[in-house]
């Protein structure tokens, strides 16, 4: 069984289009991310919600928009998509990290292609 | 502002070899330091992690040597195989940052036969 999916595995899009991708986990955990790779695989975080609660957001274009309707999914949601923001976008999941520790489980990512 | 800095970009190494991976730190307020490992298409996953306590821990071929007042960490791969080929990455956390991982740049080995 798959721990954290996301779907779709690729997609390929021009630029001004709106796109989302999936993110599941069934590994009980009470914190999900997103985290963005650049070309040059340089992982950075973009948000994370706790429960459904946003608790870290960093500074992301407000084009994207994270959506948790349940602690189990954590969606995101990419508005009027431009050039740079073609990259391998993981989602991932945690137990309740307040102190830091808890290791991250990554899904196996998307990659993002706008054209 | 780049918070881990990761050493070198790629490493080659022969099957048997030591390739060594090193990392700085800045902020003090890290105490939460774990090594990911990445195959090509997947995600990455967690390898091994040390909290600043010990100086030294060892999972298997794996080792993470810490030095807190120089602020450096690093991962030693033992015997090394050509399963090994991947991109490593260090990592950092601390304090109220609820999970919040900062990556150095990666790592990618490659172990040849």
């Known amino acids: 069984d798959t721990a954290v999916s996301q779907t779709p595995k690729y997609l390929v899009t021009q630029m001004g289009n709106d796109k989302s991708i999936k993110c599941e986990q069934n590994?009980?955990?009470?914190?999900m991310y997103w985290y963005k790779q650049d070309s040059k695989k340089f992982l950075k975080i973009m948000f994370s919600?706790?429960?459904?609660?946003?608790?870290i957001n960093e500074t992301v274009p407000n084009r994207f928009s994270p959506k948790s309707p349940d602690k189990a999914h954590l969606n995101l949601h990419i508005n009027s998509l431009e050039l740079g923001d073609s990259a391998v976008y993981f989602c991932?999941?945690?137990?309740?990290?307040?102190?830091?520790?808890?290791?991250?489980?990554f899904g196996n990512g998307t990659r993002l292609t706008v054209t | 502002q780049q918070q881990v800095k990761q050493s070198p970009q790629s490493l080659i190494v022969q099957k048997g070899g030591i390739p060594i991976i090193n990392c700085a730190y800045e902020?003090?307020?890290?105490?939460?330091f774990p090594w990911y490992q990445q195959f090509p298409g997947k995600g990455p996953a967690l390898l091994i992690a040390?909290?600043?306590?010990?100086s030294e821990k060892k999972e298997g071929r794996f080792t993470i040597s810490f030095n807190k007042s120089a602020k450096q960490f690093s991962l030693h791969i033992m015997d090394s195989q050509p399963g090994d080929s991947a991109t490593y990455f260090c990592?950092?956390?601390?304090?109220?940052?609820?999970?919040?991982?900062?990556f150095g740049q990666g790592t990618i080995l490659t172990v040849h036969p």
């Open positions: 990592a950092a956390s601390g304090g109220t940052s609820y999970g919040k991982l900062t």
């Open positions: 590994l009980g955990h009470d914190t």
């Open positions: 902020n003090t307020a890290f105490d939460y």
């Open positions: 919600y706790n429960n459904k609660e946003l608790i």
């Open positions: 040390i909290r600043p306590d010990v």
């Open positions: 991932a999941s945690s137990q309740f990290a307040g102190q830091g520790y808890s290791p991250l489980h």
